[in-house]
């Protein structure tokens, strides 16, 4: 369960498809200075994300893909909804101080203040759903970043003994044009791999509360 919440929190981004390492170069210190800056701001314009999302995942020891299809709904003051639609049905909801995990069979709530663990997951969720979060984490993680000619990236390397146990590297690739979130990898410690795309992106647009709703 914990490794679902984790792969959320990322995603809420996050949350790709995976990366080509030769697309990018080391960014030079005036680059890195331009990212910080165009991903704050861009952050701090984002009121609300509507956006579908596909979800490649690769386990370490089978030969093949599992590939997923969904929608996230973000808005500001800790509401965040990332749904699976396809292949099967999922939800996960975080309103405030309260998760809300459904299944098709299954509902499960949890107080995120009975756990200092869900403390540091929803801090961290709400603060990654673009980037910037993540960035000025410098105790959960360690930052690279990288410049290409349509697209940059950060790669974060964990620091934090909670995502050490999840992850060896998490990526984020930034489009130029908004400087928003367009794709997340996320390699785990076991060999596996996870990765999104995020499309047809909304920003600013009014999502009814009821999206939220915690029953």
Do not use: H
Request: aromatic share 10%; glycine share 4%; with cysteine.
């Amino acid at each position: 369960m914990y490794k679902k919440l984790i792969i959320v929190i990322v995603t809420g981004l996050a949350f790709c498809l995976s990366v080509n390492a030769q697309q990018f170069s080391a960014a030079t210190e005036e680059q890195e200075k331009t990212m910080r800056k165009k991903i704050a701001q861009s952050s701090a314009d984002m009121n609300s994300l509507i956006c579908d999302f596909e979800q490649v995942k690769e386990l370490a020891m089978l030969n093949e893909k599992m590939i997923s299809k969904g929608r996230m709904y973000y808005k500001k003051d800790a509401r965040l909804r990332w749904e699976y639609l396809s292949p099967y049905f999922y939800t996960f909801i975080l309103n405030d101080k309260k998760i809300l995990m459904r299944t098709e069979s299954t509902q499960n709530v949890i107080d995120v203040k009975s756990s200092k663990l869900f403390q540091e997951i929803v801090r961290i969720m709400m603060s990654s759903i673009n980037g910037t979060g993540l960035i000025d984490d410098s105790k959960s993680f360690s930052a690279d970043y990288y410049w290409g000619e349509k697209e940059c990236m950060v790669s974060f390397i964990p620091i934090s003994k909670e995502m050490k146990k999840m992850f060896s590297t998490v990526k984020l690739t930034f489009n130029k044009k908004d400087y928003t979130v367009d794709k997340v990898e996320m390699e785990e410690q076991n060999g596996g791999m996870t990765v999104i795309k995020l499309s047809q992106k909304r920003f600013n647009e009014e999502i009814e509360n009821e999206k939220f709703n915690i029953d």
